[in-house]
């Protein structure tokens, strides 16, 4: 079965950081291009960030850049995002979702994780 | 960035309706244009790709249509599961954005 399953969320403090995982299994993690999406309590979706599947392309949204970084670990199957200098407005479920076609940059996203809750308050 | 603004912001309608739901990007996204479902406390779904190509496994009575800016979302005949909330994406070029929701009663 294809699945993601994100880990690492929690409570921290403004300013604090946190390290996010999303743990890939039932397909060659390695041949695809990868996200991380977020969702604000009560608000909509909104893109984070974009891993290609060697890594050599990375995009993040305003938002978060200068203060998040994506990676990969293709050895361990697993997606990352080390979140620095965190702002109340970062309080969100953050979800890891696939890109439908591998080596392909087509930001659709068709396997999506659940979701780990992150809080962003004193 | 593009932006993406869906319409109706919510609506409702009986078991067996015809509901149409529109999206409209701020600059032209050819046929980069996805649908996502999303049911309370679970994570989006992807139903609809490419403006008009139904992802595997999703029912038949959703379907999609548009190119450039304008788009929609037909679902042929309600069904009470189909009570959601629904975004449409661009996958034109980053950032990638998403409409900010329409929500779906029954």
């Known amino acids: 079965e294809v699945q993601l399953v994100e880990s690492g969320g929690g409570l921290v403090q403004p300013g604090g950081s946190l390290r996010l995982s999303c743990a890939a299994s039932?397909?060659?993690?390695?041949?695809?291009?990868m996200n991380w999406v977020r969702q604000a309590p009560g608000k909509g979706l909104e893109w984070v960030s974009y891993?290609?599947?060697?890594?050599?392309?990375?995009y993040y949204a305003d938002s978060v850049k200068g203060r998040f970084t994506i990676s990969r670990d293709d050895a361990k199957n697993s997606l990352y995002l080390q979140m620095n200098s965190l702002r109340a407005e970062d309080t969100a479920v953050y979800y890891c979702?696939?890109?439908?076609?591998?080596?392909?940059?087509?930001?659709?996203?068709?396997?999506w994780g659940k979701g780990t809750t992150v809080t962003v308050s004193s | 960035d593009i932006q993406m603004t869906q319409s109706p912001s919510s609506l409702s309608a009986p078991v067996g309706d015809r509901v149409t739901i529109t999206c409209r990007a701020s600059?032209?996204?050819?046929?980069?244009l996805n649908w996502y479902q999303q049911k309370p406390g679970k994570a989006p779904k992807l139903l609809i790709y490419?403006?008009?190509s139904l992802q595997s496994g999703v029912p038949s009575r959703f379907s999609g249509s548009g190119s450039g800016t304008d788009f929609t979302l037909t679902i042929s005949s309600l069904q009470p599961e189909d009570c959601a909330t629904y975004y449409c994406?661009?996958?034109?070029?980053?950032?990638?954005?998403f409409g900010q929701g329409t929500r779906l009663e029954i």
């Open positions: 979702a696939r890109d439908q076609v591998p080596g392909y940059s087509g930001y659709i996203m068709d396997v």
């Open positions: 039932g397909f060659t993690f390695s041949t695809y291009e």
């Open positions: 891993i290609s599947s060697s890594a050599r392309t990375i």
């Open positions: 600059q032209s996204i050819s046929s980069y």
């Open positions: 490419d403006a008009s």
């Open positions: 994406q661009q996958s034109y070029k980053t950032p990638v954005t």
